[in-house]
T-cell receptor, first 116, second 114 residues
């Protein structure tokens, strides 16, 4: 089955700096890669996703890149703000082989702290 | 539109007891998934239900079970509780059966086993 590894487990940056979180996956058939943000006391919330037919996707200060050959994908946050402080989870799934949104395989999370 | 509602939010049990957690998905959503979140293991998939049928199951022992009702509400049950079952249990609903659906998580039920 799929296995997703996420690094680093904790990340501290100064406000305004960029933050990068990296994930690797094991199943080359995985074709959907979402990123979720979990604020303290809340459930995770989807912030951006990418499919395997796309190499990069951007949404304002957030971008995700995917390298299918190396089987890794990354989350990039530019101009970080204190409200970006949260735990970020990457995930992967093969949507074409019985996969569905419901059984995503998640990384173990990265706790991002943005210092003002 | 109301979000995903999980009850109870907090509960304390002792070893050997059983527990039932409830999840009400977003209105109209037919898929409900359950995840266990612990500091060491992150988010681990338990099972997914769609239209009252278990569609996928994670790698958890048979003590963990679930069901979904005709109104899409779901319950999960853990029997013979162990200390290691202490965790945040998250429920998520999705309106899409296909790849474009987004998971909407509730705030979780935090279980402490003493």
């Amino acid at each position: 089955g799929e296995n997703v590894e996420q690094h680093p487990s904790t990340l501290s940056v100064q406000e305004g700096d960029s933050a990068v979180i990296k994930c690797t996956y094991s199943d080359s058939a995985s074709n959907y890669f979402p990123w979720y943000k979990q604020e303290l006391g809340k459930g995770p919330q989807l912030i951006i996703d990418i499919r395997s037919n796309v190499g990069e996707k951007k949404d304002q200060r957030i971008a995700v890149t995917l390298n299918k050959t190396a089987k890794h994908f990354s989350l990039h946050i530019t101009e970080t703000q204190p409200e970006d402080s949260a735990v970020y989870f990457c995930a992967a799934i093969n949507m074409n082989y019985g996969g569905s949104q419901g059984n995503l395989i998640f990384g173990k999370g990265t706790k991002l702290s943005v210092k003002p | 539109k109301a979000g995903v509602t999980q009850t109870p939010r907090y509960l304390i049990k002792t070893r050997g007891q059983q527990v039932t957690l409830s999840c009400s998905p977003i209105s109209g959503h037919r898929s409900v998934s359950w995840y266990q979140q612990t500091p060491g293991q992150g988010l681990q998939f338990l099972f997914e239900y769609f239209s009252e049928t278990q569609r996928n199951k994670g790698n958890f022992p048979g003590r963990f079970s679930g069901r979904q009702f005709s109104n899409s509400r779901s319950e999960m049950n853990v029997s013979t509780l162990e200390l290691g079952d202490s965790a945040l249990y998250l429920c998520a609903s999705s309106g899409d059966r296909g790849p474009t659906g987004e998971l909407f998580f509730g705030e979780g039920s935090r279980l402490t086993v003493l």
